[in-house]
Nanobody, 113 residues
Protein backbone atom coordinates (compact mmCIF):
# COMPACT_ATOMS: atom_id res chain seq x y z
CA UNK A 1 0.00 0.00 0.00
CA UNK A 2 1.54 3.28 -1.12
CA UNK A 3 1.28 6.20 1.28
CA UNK A 4 1.91 9.86 0.47
CA UNK A 5 3.08 12.38 3.06
CA UNK A 6 2.91 16.05 2.09
CA UNK A 7 4.84 18.81 3.79
CA UNK A 8 6.08 22.36 3.26
CA UNK A 9 2.91 24.36 3.59
CA UNK A 10 2.63 27.45 5.73
CA UNK A 11 2.12 31.18 5.66
CA UNK A 12 3.64 33.33 2.91
CA UNK A 13 3.27 36.95 1.94
CA UNK A 14 1.98 37.94 -1.48
CA UNK A 15 4.87 37.68 -3.91
CA UNK A 16 6.63 35.14 -1.71
CA UNK A 17 7.56 31.52 -2.29
CA UNK A 18 6.97 28.12 -0.77
CA UNK A 19 8.05 24.63 -1.77
CA UNK A 20 5.80 21.67 -1.13
CA UNK A 21 7.12 18.13 -0.93
CA UNK A 22 5.29 14.83 -1.16
CA UNK A 23 7.16 11.70 -0.17
CA UNK A 24 5.87 8.32 -1.26
CA UNK A 25 6.50 5.03 0.50
CA UNK A 26 7.43 2.05 -1.64
CA UNK A 27 9.28 1.64 -4.93
CA UNK A 28 6.24 1.96 -7.20
CA UNK A 29 6.55 5.76 -7.25
CA UNK A 30 8.50 5.79 -10.50
CA UNK A 31 5.67 3.96 -12.27
CA UNK A 32 2.96 6.53 -11.68
CA UNK A 33 2.23 10.05 -12.78
CA UNK A 34 1.95 12.47 -9.88
CA UNK A 35 -0.10 15.59 -9.38
CA UNK A 36 -0.84 18.41 -6.99
CA UNK A 37 -4.40 19.53 -6.43
CA UNK A 38 -5.79 22.23 -4.17
CA UNK A 39 -9.07 23.03 -2.50
CA UNK A 40 -9.97 26.46 -1.23
CA UNK A 41 -12.82 26.99 1.29
CA UNK A 42 -16.17 26.70 -0.42
CA UNK A 43 -14.65 25.60 -3.72
CA UNK A 44 -14.16 22.31 -5.49
CA UNK A 45 -10.80 20.58 -5.56
CA UNK A 46 -8.85 21.55 -8.68
CA UNK A 47 -5.80 20.24 -10.47
CA UNK A 48 -2.81 22.55 -10.06
CA UNK A 49 0.00 20.66 -11.79
CA UNK A 50 0.85 17.16 -12.96
CA UNK A 51 4.01 15.37 -13.98
CA UNK A 52 4.12 12.23 -16.08
CA UNK A 53 6.39 9.24 -15.63
CA UNK A 54 8.42 10.67 -18.53
CA UNK A 55 8.74 14.01 -16.75
CA UNK A 56 6.31 15.87 -18.97
CA UNK A 57 4.32 18.48 -17.09
CA UNK A 58 1.08 20.41 -17.34
CA UNK A 59 -0.32 23.25 -15.27
CA UNK A 60 -3.54 25.02 -14.53
CA UNK A 61 -3.69 28.34 -16.35
CA UNK A 62 -3.87 30.17 -13.03
CA UNK A 63 -0.39 28.98 -11.97
CA UNK A 64 1.50 28.82 -15.27
CA UNK A 65 4.78 30.68 -15.06
CA UNK A 66 4.64 30.78 -11.26
CA UNK A 67 4.58 27.15 -10.12
CA UNK A 68 6.92 24.32 -11.08
CA UNK A 69 6.30 20.64 -10.46
CA UNK A 70 9.22 18.23 -10.39
CA UNK A 71 10.00 14.72 -9.25
CA UNK A 72 12.99 12.87 -7.85
CA UNK A 73 12.49 9.16 -8.45
CA UNK A 74 15.56 8.29 -6.36
CA UNK A 75 13.89 9.94 -3.36
CA UNK A 76 10.32 8.90 -4.23
CA UNK A 77 9.36 12.54 -3.90
CA UNK A 78 7.42 15.07 -5.94
CA UNK A 79 7.80 18.80 -5.39
CA UNK A 80 5.79 21.91 -6.11
CA UNK A 81 7.81 25.12 -6.18
CA UNK A 82 5.42 28.03 -5.81
CA UNK A 83 6.69 31.53 -6.62
CA UNK A 84 4.96 34.90 -6.90
CA UNK A 85 2.25 33.67 -4.57
CA UNK A 86 -1.11 35.39 -4.56
CA UNK A 87 -3.86 35.45 -1.92
CA UNK A 88 -6.02 33.37 -4.27
CA UNK A 89 -3.45 30.55 -4.00
CA UNK A 90 -4.62 30.02 -0.41
CA UNK A 91 -5.91 26.46 -0.14
CA UNK A 92 -5.18 23.01 1.16
CA UNK A 93 -2.80 21.33 -1.28
CA UNK A 94 -2.96 17.59 -1.89
CA UNK A 95 -0.57 15.34 -3.74
CA UNK A 96 -1.92 12.45 -5.75
CA UNK A 97 -0.48 9.33 -7.31
CA UNK A 98 -2.63 9.33 -10.41
CA UNK A 99 -2.45 5.74 -11.57
CA UNK A 100 -2.84 4.45 -8.04
CA UNK A 101 -5.67 6.69 -6.90
CA UNK A 102 -3.78 7.46 -3.69
CA UNK A 103 -3.92 10.88 -1.99
CA UNK A 104 -1.74 12.55 0.59
CA UNK A 105 -3.16 14.14 3.71
CA UNK A 106 -3.04 17.75 2.49
CA UNK A 107 -0.96 20.71 3.59
CA UNK A 108 -2.32 24.20 4.20
CA UNK A 109 -0.94 27.12 2.20
CA UNK A 110 -2.00 30.60 3.28
CA UNK A 111 -0.96 33.69 1.36
CA UNK A 112 -1.62 36.85 3.30
CA UNK A 113 0.06 40.06 4.33
Amino acid sequence: QVQLVASGGGLAQPGGSLRLSCAASGSIFRFTAMAWHRQAPGKERELVAAIAISGGTNYADSVKGRFTISRDNAKNTVYLQMNSLKPEDTAVYYCNARQLGVWGQGTQVTVSS
